[in-house]
């Protein structure tokens, strides 16, 4: 099945992603003791082939399934370099690090609470926006090799082919100045969508 999204209904999906990223960066910014911006999202019908082409070499997958209230999960991509800064940050550095060092264990387990506490205050904000509860589980970290995809494809069920790629500029203090990707399924997005049409009294 293909599934299209016209104009007014990628608007949607991006105030929705604008209001909860948008809040997730105000939790960000405790956690790292420095300004976080997560704004301007750039809304994207792409295929699954697509998701990676971004990047090179290595990415960091955080992936998060709803358990209460939606059906469906997400991930959030996030450069290596940049997962370097934020868990530099986050255990009391000073966030310079090197390009070109390495992910450990603990950077994914530090990096796995901080997308943990964000996108728990992103559900409150969709439970909010789409009148709902909403509950998400604890996420799960992979390092991904973007020229093997077969640990992303088992991270969604179905074969849909279209996703929905919504790409953020995150700055953090003059450390970082860059993107943050949220993917998730069609189907997911327009769930949310008829959601946010009830609660604005239009019909979906």
């Keep these: ?22 809040n997730s960066a105000t939790t960000l910014s405790l956690m790292v003791n420095r300004k976080v911006d997560i704004t301007t999202p750039i809304v994207k019908v792409i295929r699954r082939s697509e998701a990676l082409d971004d990047y090179e070499n290595t990415c960091i997958f955080v992936q998060i399934h709803y358990i209460r209230g939606l059906n469906g999960n997400n991930v959030l991509i996030l450069k290596e370099e940049d997962v370097l800064v934020l868990t530099d940050l986050m255990m009391g550095g ?11 264990e603990l950077h994914l387990s530090a990096v796995s609470e901080a997308m943990n506490q964000m996108m728990g205050t992103a559900a409150t904000s969709l439970s909010s926006l789409l009148n709902i509860t909403t509950d998400i589980s604890t996420p799960e970290v992979n ?19 279209r996703f ?23 189907e997911f997005a327009i ?12 019909k979906g």
């Design 143 to 161: 390092r991904i090799d973007v020229e093997s995809v077969k640990i992303f494809e088992r991270m969604f069920d179905g074969a849909n082919d």
């Design 164 to 186: 929905i790629k919504i790409a953020f500029k995150m700055t953090v203090g003059d450390l970082i100045d860059s993107t943050m990707v949220q993917l998730f399924p069609a």
């Design 191 to 202: 769930d949310m969508i008829e959601r946010f049409g009830l609660t604005k009294g239009v």
């Design 94 to 104: 000073s966030g310079v690090v090197q390009k070109d060092g390495i992910i450990t």
């Design 1 to 22: 099945m293909i599934i299209e999204l016209n104009a007014a209904q990628i608007d949607v999906l991006g105030e929705i992603a604008n209001i909860s990223m948008g």
